[in-house]
């Protein structure tokens, strides 16, 4: 099954600009055949955490939300609530980090929902068919709950599953913090005791009865069912997640979660092919992009777009200065992503994609000018 993969490149005329440009994107790709009319759209988004820079503008949300205005929809953006102790750990604090990036109502012409609730714990349960890893996945209220989900991608490379694109954004950025978790590790957090007050807050959060206290708090394994909730309430960033999850697992549950995500709804995803940082935006610092600029990617299909991103990524040249820069000794590597994050591989998303019936990520390139 081949799908279309529409694309425009970041070149402007004088009188233009990249973000009419990505309108007449969004107009060429079909987007406008979804029926809007009254539904709610999620335009799931990454804030950015803050101190990072590579993140996309809210320009481009914009963009997306006059688009579904135009026809008749209800567009707000929305992410989830990270699993790592940062500024994005809970609503509060991710709405403020939004709005330092520059996330407002104003900015991107709609309003802003945290997917996952105040503490992350705001969560449906959403069967996985045909999962390998992953029977239900955890995903944000917001995002299970809208009637469309829109992404806005921002394609870069990754420390743990080599490349981020639509699946990751979908996949993890719509799971839960228990989703997280599951994504993230094979096993349950644990507790600094050297950041620990013995404030005692996170047994309040916890159902299992699982953490115990003495000197410090500690978590008995026997009992934790791994459900994230007391990272969330340690006002003390004392407990944190073990992230011992194989890379190539982390990409299939990726995937499995995505499927979860995206059945029974209209979807659409818009890739951004540009600062492609080695890390993901969750890092507070982003290193000088590894290529150059190179456009915006649209498709129903967020295996195809995937594949499109990696594969035109791979055909670019290495920007001068960059960590990429540093493997070319002997050249211009064979795989930019697994150069710039050794031990990750891209490829296992579109490998389990196509085992789980998603499709393999071929793909037909369309030129919008
Ligand atoms: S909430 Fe944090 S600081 Fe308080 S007891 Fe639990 S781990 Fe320690
Ligand atoms: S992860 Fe969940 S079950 Fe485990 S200790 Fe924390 S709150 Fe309790």
């Known amino acids: 099954m081949t799908s279309k993969v529409f694309f425009t490149d970041m070149h402007t005329e004088l009188n233009d600009s990249l973000l009419s ?53 209800i567009p707000f953006a929305t992410d989830c609530n990270t699993l790592y102790v940062g500024m994005r750990k809970n609503a509060v604090e991710h709405l403020e980090n939004a709005a330092l990036n520059g996330f407002n109502p104003t900015t991107t012409g709609c309003q802003i929902i945290i997917g996952d609730g105040l503490k992350g714990t705001d969560d449906v349960e959403l069967p996985v068919e ?32 080599g490349i981020g694109g639509a699946l990751k954004n979908i996949g993890m950025g719509c799971a839960s913090r228990r989703g997280k978790m599951e994504l993230h590790t094979s096993g349950k957090p644990s507790v600094l005791g050297d950041k620990c007050r013995n404030c005692k807050k996170c047994a309040k959060v916890c159902a299992q009865d699982a953490i115990v206290f003495g000197k410090t708090a500690s978590i008995d394994f026997d009992k934790c069912a791994g459900c994230g909730r007391c990272i969330g309430a340690c006002p003390f960033d004392a407990i944190i997640s073990q992230y011992d999850e194989k890379m190539e697992v982390v990409n299939a549950k990726i995937v499995e979660y995505s499927k979860a995500t995206i059945a029974g709804k209209p979807s659409f995803h818009i890739s951004v092919l540009a600062d492609v940082s080695p890390y993901c935006d969750c890092h507070a610092e982003n290193d000088v992009p590894i290529i150059p600029d190179v456009g915006f990617f649209a498709s129903a299909d967020p295996v195809a777009i995937d594949r499109a991103c ?50 393999d990520g071929s793909y037909e390139l369309v030129t919008v000018r």
């Open 21 to 73: 440009k990505m309108r007449r994107l969004l107009e060429a790709s079909g987007l406008g055949d979804i029926d809007m009319e009254k539904k709610f759209v999620a335009i799931k988004v990454h804030f950015g955490e803050y101190g990072n820079l590579a993140f996309l503008r809210p320009n481009y949300v914009k963009v997306i939300a006059d688009f579904v205005k135009s026809k008749g929809g």
């Open 130 to 161: 045909g999962g390998q890893y992953v029977k239900i996945a955890k995903i944000g209220r917001a995002v299970a709950d809208a009637d469309i989900l829109i992404t806005l991608n921002h394609f870069k490379c990754h420390e743990i599953t």
């Open 310 to 359: 990696a594969e035109i990524a791979q055909q670019q040249p290495v920007v001068h200065g960059s960590r990429l820069e540093k493997c070319c000794e002997h050249g211009k590597p064979d795989d930019i992503f697994a150069a710039t994050n050794p031990n990750t591989r891209w490829q296992s998303h579109f490998e389990h994609a196509e085992r789980m019936g998603m499709g």
